[in-house]
């Protein structure tokens, strides 16, 4: 998401005791889009004897917008990327290839086979 520029000549504006005879104004554009990942049989990785299991999405990309030629991919280790001692699953939003110019803020749910919501994060 790249910050565009657009310079606007306008009459003198007052502020602040100030007479002002132009104005900038930087805008940022944000996309916001959103990729469902189903794993089947989740719940086997977390039986599995391996103590470090890392699982790829297929890569994908938003569909309009400016980040549309971005690929991104989802990297989850079901027994966290630790290995078997950990009690956390790691999930990861990785960038494939596209806009260098790019932030990205992800927001994971996890939901059961019956579709009900079990948990939900945040990147910072």
Same mark, same amino acid.
């Given at each position: ?59 994908? &990309?938003? =569909?309009?917008?400016?980040?549309? %030629? *971005?690929?991104? $991919? ?34 994971? &749910?996890? =939901?059961?086979?019956?579709?009900? %919501? *079990?948990?939900? $994060?945040?990147?910072?």
């Amino acid at each position: 998401m790249s910050a565009a520029t657009t310079n606007t000549n306008l009459l003198p504006i007052m502020r602040n005791d100030y007479s002002l005879d132009s104005v900038c104004c930087t805008k940022r554009t944000l996309q916001t889009f959103s990729h469902m990942w189903i794993v089947e049989n989740f719940s086997s990785y977390l039986q599995d004897p391996e103590p470090i299991i890392c699982l790829s999405s297929s890569p994908f &990309s938003p =569909v309009a917008g400016a980040s549309a %030629l *971005t690929q991104w $991919r989802l990297v989850c280790y079901p027994k966290g990327n630790y290995g078997a001692a950990s009690n956390y699953m790691s999930i990861f939003l990785e960038y494939i290839k596209g806009e260098r110019d790019i932030k990205a803020k992800a927001e994971y &749910s996890l =939901v059961n086979r019956k579709c009900e %919501l *079990t948990e939900m $994060r945040k990147d910072a």
